[in-house]
C-alpha cells in the first residue's frame, strides 16, 4: 500500500468508538507489554484526550478507518502529538511516516517545537527517532520527545 494512499477527515463526538477500537487495534500489544492494558483504562485515557476539533481520521480512498491523528497547541510555539495511531494492518505501510511529516512541516511553518510522548518498549520509540526527535526525558512507563525544525536530521 503506497503512503500516499489516505485522506484526512474531521472527527465528530460520535466517531469515539470507533477510534477507541482504533486505539485499542494499535496500542494494546504495548499497554500489555508494560502493564498498562485495561479496556476500562483505554476508554478512560482516549476519553480524557478526546478533542474533536484537534482530531482528523485517516481513511482509506476507499472510506475505511485506518488510524487518526491529533495536533494540539500546547502553550506559545509548541504543538503535542497527542495520538498517531495505525490499526495494525497499515503499519509499516509509511502511512505514519506521511502523517507524520505533515504534522513536522505544520511545526515548521508555525515556527513551533513539537513534542510527543510514547510508551516505553514501544514500536514507536524507534519510528519517532527515525524521524528527527530527540529524548528530552522519561518518567514511569513513558518516554518523551521533542522535534525542532532547525535541530532534525531528516
Known sequence: MSASVF???PVAEDDFEPMLALRTAAMRESLE???RYTPERSRERLRAAFTPEHMQHLASPGGQRMG?????PEG???LRLQHLYLH???QGSGIGAAVL????????REGAVLRVTALKHSNANRF???HGFVQTGDEDVDV???WRAGEAVE
Open 88 to 90: 495494525p494492518d497499515w
Open 68 to 72: 487518526f491523528v491529533t495536533v494540539l
Open 33 to 35: 507489554r508494560v502493564g
Open 144 to 146: 518523551h520527545y521533542e
Open 128 to 130: 519517532y527517532l527515525r
Open 7 to 9: 485522506v484526512l477527515h
Open 76 to 78: 506559545a510555539g509548541t
Open 101 to 108: 511529516a505533515s504534522v513536522q512541516d505544520r511545526a515548521r
